[in-house]
């Protein structure tokens, strides 16, 4: 999420679902009885729509707030489904042990063809518009307080 004084590129959407034993989710448990939390973006840090010839970055910061994983998916903007590339699935994801960087942040790269460098990269398509949905799996307290926040995704190239 962008800092207060910036307007926000990403919109979060918490998903309540009632915990079978009364349980808040953020203990961390919740995601066995269902509890999902998202965040997604249409537009990048300067407010464009993001283009599928473009070159990005999500700096996912440090300690992600989640009990199981983290995910990032691309979707298209006509269809609302799955972007349709030459990889399996449009995504990367804390299961799929992305390379960290030495604060233990991740970088995440979205382009047509990987940067060079570029360990965590997600195919686009030239020509086509995207969005991103960011999840998290069993999230914690500090995704609902506030206190860890995701930045907005970044144009580089």
């Not at 998903?15 to 509890?35: I, K, M, Q, T, Y």
């Not at 990367?92 to 960290?100: C, D, G, N, Q, V």
Request: charge should be positive; charged fraction near 25%.
């Amino acid at each position: 999420m962008a800092d207060q004084g910036r307007r926000a590129q990403f919109r979060r959407a918490d998903h309540v679902l009632l915990c079978r034993d009364g349980e808040h989710p953020s203990n961390g448990r919740g995601h066995a009885r269902g509890w999902v939390t998202n965040a997604s973006a249409n537009l990048d840090a300067n407010g464009q729509a993001f283009d599928g010839a473009k070159t990005y970055r999500l700096r996912v910061p440090a300690n992600v707030p989640v009990k199981d994983f983290w995910s990032v998916v691309l979707y298209d903007t006509q269809t609302r489904s799955m972007l349709q590339t030459d990889q399996r699935f449009p995504s990367l994801s804390s299961r799929t042990k992305p390379k960290t960087n030495p604060d233990g942040s991740v970088d995440v790269y979205f382009s047509p063809k990987r940067p060079a460098n570029a360990d965590n990269w997600v195919q686009t398509v030239p020509g086509k518009s995207w969005f991103t949905i960011f999840r998290l799996y069993g999230p914690l307290q500090p995704w609902f307080d506030k206190t860890w926040k995701l930045p907005d995704i970044q144009r580089v190239g």
